[in-house]
């Protein structure tokens, strides 16, 4: 079978392109937004080297059987209509399927039409299966949700001389309400935080001197950040808020707890007390509180790293999308 890959990822990146199944042997191809060149200053830039990318992974699907895979709802989108160009109907798989913000608009309206020819979505919260299906007007049925899957990250070959000997961290930029971290942070001044994120994620929020930030780093430097806290914190701008799951996941996999804003995104991931702890959202009281007792006990925050390194392994290791991917084919 002919596989084809739609993103915006590195060129010679395959999802799951070691996979055998009974089937037969899949052959896979990729076609990245980043193998398109644009000169610099060309209105809509980004957009059209997608619309370039998803051109060329429709010309690749010649055979009936061949499978398109689109990582991301913008490269979905445009995956389908070029197939749509093209008159061809081919099986359709759209991975990573997830809205910071839901789209509004005509952009909404051309990703409903868009959507009708997508065979099935992937989700990784409960949450957002029915949030999308009615949104974009589709049977339910055509969601599917797995937890986040993803390989532990790699083992750091050194240390940061530059970050505190002791500290917590923060990582990422989507959905995060940082305001109300730094409100918590400024609580705890004998508390150093290591915050990694974008400029734009950290507008409106005023960041105290026990707060270090790195901003747009590797994503090798940002794990070795992770691997090196004592545990992770993950505010979220909501109680439904479906954004954090790679964080979430990295910290698990490094058997490192969790505190997180209580929201319907990340329940399928953080029990309170079991595996992390859970706030509830624009209470930077309640965060400095449950940061400073996980800073001050140890044992407690061991109990849910190890809880939540068991819940990774045992449903967020890349095997999971695998098995998953496996049932689709099958299907």
Known sequence: MDIVNLSQMDPDWNWLSTVAVDSGPLHWRHASTQSVNVPPGIP?????KRICAARRAAAMLDAPSSLLVSHGPRMTM???????LRSRERRHLAYSFNFTQLPRGPILALMRQAFKWVDRFVCFSTMERELY????????????MIHWAARPPAESSGRDASLPAQY??????????YPTLMDAMRRLPQVPLVLVATPESLVGASVPSNVHV?????????????????????PLSGSKVPC?????VAAMHCDKANIVTESAGVADYVQNEVNGLTVAPLEPAALASSIERMWCDATLAARLGASAGAFARANCGEQAAVAYFESYLRA
């Open 214 to 234: 790195r901003c747009n780093i590797p994503s090798d430097e940002a794990m070795a950040i992770l691997r090196g806290a004592r545990f992770n914190v993950v």
């Open 244 to 248: 954090g799951h790679v964080t979430l």
């Open 133 to 144: 299906a009615d949104h974009f007007g589709l049977d339910i049925a055509r969601f599917d």
């Open 78 to 84: 445009y995956g389908a209509l070029a197939l749509a």
């Open 168 to 177: 917590i961290c923060a990582i990422g930029s989507q959905g995060r309400d």
């Open 44 to 48: 809509k830039r980004e957009t059209y």
